[in-house]
């Protein structure tokens, strides 16, 4: 692969019908199903964070199928996957690149790092130093990496794709604010019910399905989902409404630092997509609310009062949804 420091000449990608897109999203989805069980909501907001364009964060104990939920999303899209193993030694340049002395060009070459992919899947994020961590800044905002002055862009599609463990705490480096404002959502899998363990043990007693995923879509494919589901609708009343609750972070008592106009962006980013998975060219408060406390309750940071009264961002995010009234329109909203 040839890395040019000034931006790659795009030909705009050619949308999908709706039925096409409604069909390869549940084509995805049911790929996904077939290694993580009982867990549709969770994978089809996965799958909306990509079409978005974002990034994903899943945080939860350990053994609930993190892991194994990033690489069958990966597996299920042909296109190119690199994985980061973040420990306390990795480098910045083992995520982004860095510049070797070539003797025979008697130049500098520029390496890629494991950052230049489609998905790239950073496994344990939060063990890897701050420094480490600030490598990946500007890779998911700007979708470009500045190596020795150059710059290098990413290609579309371009998705991280991050666990972590809350609950250990030994040999861990928190995200700061701003790498977290950075994850279009936080998802938490949870433990199965009894009939999807159940189904789990059956399915994993002599082979793990994840190894005979086979891919149902191309990064062309994806491409073409994102270029959909940036024609469907936006209301100027449910703009409204979505900066209302974005707002009402950040007038909230129980809350030290509300969400940022960036999480306003890709709230509606993602209820677009969720609008075109059900097959709608419009977006409706529905696809807000269902994506309201993914998107934003990693981003708020309550006051210390509000958190050893037992109350966490999310319990706030749902109480704001519940007090901000919403503006009822007829017809198409």
């Not at 949308?15 to 084509?27: G, M, N």
């Not at 299920?76 to 510049?99: A, E, Y």
């Not at 990413?154 to 998705?159: A, G, H, Q, T």
């Not at 959909?228 to 007038?251: F, S």
């Amino acid at each position: 692969m040839t890395f040019e420091s000034s931006p790659p000449q795009q030909v705009p990608a050619p949308p999908l019908s709706s039925q096409e897109f409604k069909a390869t999203a549940e084509a995805i989805l049911t790929n996904v199903e077939w290694v993580i069980e009982g867990k549709s909501p969770t994978i089809r907001l996965a799958l909306a964070v990509m079409i978005a364009e974002g990034h994903l964060l899943l945080e939860d104990v350990p053994g609930v199928g993190k892991t194994q939920l990033a690489k069958a999303l990966a597996r299920s899209v042909d296109c190119s996957v690199r994985r980061i193993q973040f420990t306390p030694d990795l480098l910045p340049s083992d995520v982004t690149g860095v510049s070797i002395f070539d003797p025979e060009k008697r130049d500098f070459v520029f390496k890629p790092g494991a950052i230049f992919g489609n998905l790239i899947l950073g496994d344990e994020i939060n063990r890897a130093s701050p420094k480490t961590q600030a490598a990946l800044l500007e890779c998911m905002e700007e979708r470009q990496v500045t190596v020795d002055g150059n710059t290098y862009r990413l290609r579309s599609p371009f998705m991280v794709i991050a666990t972590q463990n809350p609950v250990e705490m030994e040999g861990t480096y928190p995200l700061p604010e701003a790498q977290r404002d950075r994850f279009t959502a936080r998802l938490a899998i949870g433990y199965p019910d009894l009939n999807a363990e159940l189904a789990m043990l059956d399915h994993r007693g002599e082979f793990n399905p994840l190894e005979a995923l086979k891919p149902v879509c191309d990064g062309e494919m994806i491409v073409r989902m994102i270029a959909t589901a940036r024609a469907v609708h936006l209301a100027p009343e449910l703009k409204r409404y979505a900066v209302e609750l974005i707002g009402a972070t950040r007038t909230n008592a129980q809350v030290r630092l509300g969400a940022s106009p960036r999480a306003t962006l890709q709230l509606l980013r993602c209820a677009k997509v969720l609008a075109a998975m059900d097959g709608r060219d419009f977006a409706l408060p529905d696809d807000v609310q269902q994506l309201a406390v993914p998107v934003l309750a990693h981003r708020i940071i309550p006051t210390t009062e509000t958190t050893m009264g037992g109350n966490d961002s999310a319990s706030i995010v749902a109480d704001i949804l519940r007090h901000v009234p919403v503006v009822s329109q007829p017809g198409r909203y």
